[in-house]
């Protein structure tokens, strides 16, 4: 592990700009390792960037959106208002209630302790049920797997989607 560290310490000091990731998780760790200074994770970049975004529509109307923290992000990175103001960009965001709450995927804790995580995850798909989003956005992997898989088992149709893939419905 230390000889692990050491070496990407070195890597990231000898790269030129930031690292930019499009997990929340790897955001976290690799930021832990090397500083935060040298790691963006995607809606950081995207928000730096200013884009112009093209609202995404479905029959002539805003698509709703919703947006689950990620632990890692909001907890640990801070990252909690840049993905919102751009899903605001592409659609009409609607709050998900107590989306800083942790969904219950946990890395791997939702493959291992399945009971629980569905547990933690229940109140969640309720709420996501009577919102009638279109999409469910989110930015890190393990939140995109659980959120994707618990919402088909229980017959949500809302798509769950990572936020540069909703990003990149609106091009």
């Known amino acids: 592990l230390e000889k692990g560290n050491e070496?990407?310490?070195?890597l990231a000091a000898s790269l030129p700009g930031k690292i930019v990731t499009t997990s929340a998780g790897c955001a976290s760790?690799?930021?832990?390792?090397?500083?935060?200074?040298?790691?963006?994770?995607?809606?950081?970049?995207?928000?730096?960037l200013n884009n112009s975004?093209?609202?995404?529509?479905?029959?002539g109307v805003r698509v709703r959106i919703g947006f689950?923290?990620?632990?890692?992000?909001?907890n640990g990175?801070?990252?909690?208002?840049?993905?919102?103001?751009?899903?605001?960009?592409?659609?009409e965001y609607v709050e998900v209630p107590d989306a800083s709450s942790c969904c219950g995927a946990a890395g791997t804790y939702?493959?291992?302790?399945?009971?629980?995580?569905?547990?933690?995850?229940?109140?969640?798909?309720?709420?996501?049920?009577?919102?009638?989003?279109?999409?469910?956005?989110?930015?890190?992997?393990g939140c995109t797997r659980q959120l994707k898989s618990e919402l088909k088992r229980n017959g949500v149709k809302t798509e769950v989607l990572h936020l540069a893939s909703l990003i990149a419905l609106s091009k």
């Open 110 to 141: 939702s493959l291992i302790n399945k009971k629980n995580s569905r547990a933690v995850l229940a109140p969640k798909i309720a709420d996501i049920r009577k919102l009638d989003l279109d999409y469910l956005v989110t930015i890190n992997p």
């Open 7 to 10: 070496m990407a310490k070195q």
């Open 77 to 91: 990175l801070g990252i909690w208002r840049q993905p919102r103001e751009i899903l605001k960009a592409l659609g």
């Open 29 to 48: 760790h690799i930021a832990g390792v090397v500083g935060r200074e040298k790691v963006i994770e995607f809606s950081e970049y995207w928000a730096e």
């Open 53 to 59: 975004l093209t609202p995404i529509t479905k029959n």
């Open 68 to 74: 689950q923290d990620s632990c890692h992000g909001r």
